[in-house]
Structures are given as structure tokens and as C-alpha cells.
């Protein structure tokens, strides 16, 4: 097996899109994940882990549904808000609102999705959550938006301009 810091310093190195999760346990709860990924689009599922040191890992074992807002390079102030330790994320009212079914959706996000969670599973000092997606929320602007990752401890924006053109390889599925 390799060391815990050779498999960190890998997956550094390998660029992930950027989420807030927020639930409701009983009071709002949100926290920045790099570990969101589509599992089926039929059903449609997600996934993601949470280290058992998130301040949010005990209240998400108390929530049916969660809400996934994949973040654009315009959302950066949410990314760092939900990754820093001890924010209030929830001080500022005018930022995010309540969906009918109670859980928070922050306001300037493009692209959320609501999901039930189906599986907790225990992975090591995490918990990977697979969830199944029942409501989704986008603007019109969502498509044309720079995308934001998070690659050796650094925000990137992926813009038109970073896009590499490779016709031949255009239609290629990745899965």
C-alpha cells in the first residue's frame, strides 16, 4: 500500500469540479466538496464523501435529502465560504432561501440539484453518500458560466479560452 501523503499528493494533482452541499438537520449546515460525481444518468444519481472531521459529517447522518449546488468560477465566495473552518454560512439571509421542502439553496448558484440520500457507506475516516436526484434548479446562464475546479490546493476557472478543440475525439463518451 502506498502512504496516505503519496495518495493525497496524487489526487492533488487531479482537477475536480467544485459543489456546496447544504440539509437541514434541524438548523442549516453546508460545507465545500471536491468529491461530487455523477454516478447514472437513469436513475439519476450522485455521490459524494464527507471526512468524519467535517464539522458537517454527524448532521448529514441525520438528513433524507441534501442539496448539491455545483459551483461556477463566479461562486468562488461560496466555495471558500463552505470550506472554512467555524463560518457561519448561513449570517447573511439575503444570500440563500428555503425550497418549499425546507432545505437551504444559496441565491447566485447556477446549477442545483436536490437529491435523497440512498446509502451511507463508511469508507475509511469518510462517508460516501449516493443519492438519487429529484429536483433540479438551473439558470439560463448556467450552460455559458466558467466552470471553477480545485487542483494542488488552488481555484482554477475553466473558461471557453482554456477549452482544448479535439474534433476527432469531440464525440468520444468518457464512460
Known sequence: ???ADEFKNAFRLHPSGVALIAADPGEPVAFT???VSAVSADPPLLM???SALSSSALSLRLVDTVVVHMLAADNLDLAILGAKRGANRFADRTRWRRLPTGE???NDVHTWL???ILHRIDAGGSTVFVGTAIESGAT???ESDDGLVYRNRTWHRLSPVSAMRLPELAAI???
Do not use: Q
Request: net charge positive; aromatic share 10%.
Open 114 to 116: 436536490r437529491a435523497r
Open 140 to 142: 439560463d446562464t448556467a
Open 104 to 106: 437551504p439553496v444559496f
Open 173 to 175: 463518451p468518457l464512460n
Open 33 to 35: 466538496a471536491s468529491s
Open 1 to 3: 500500500m502506498i502512504s
Open 48 to 50: 459524494f464523501s464527507v
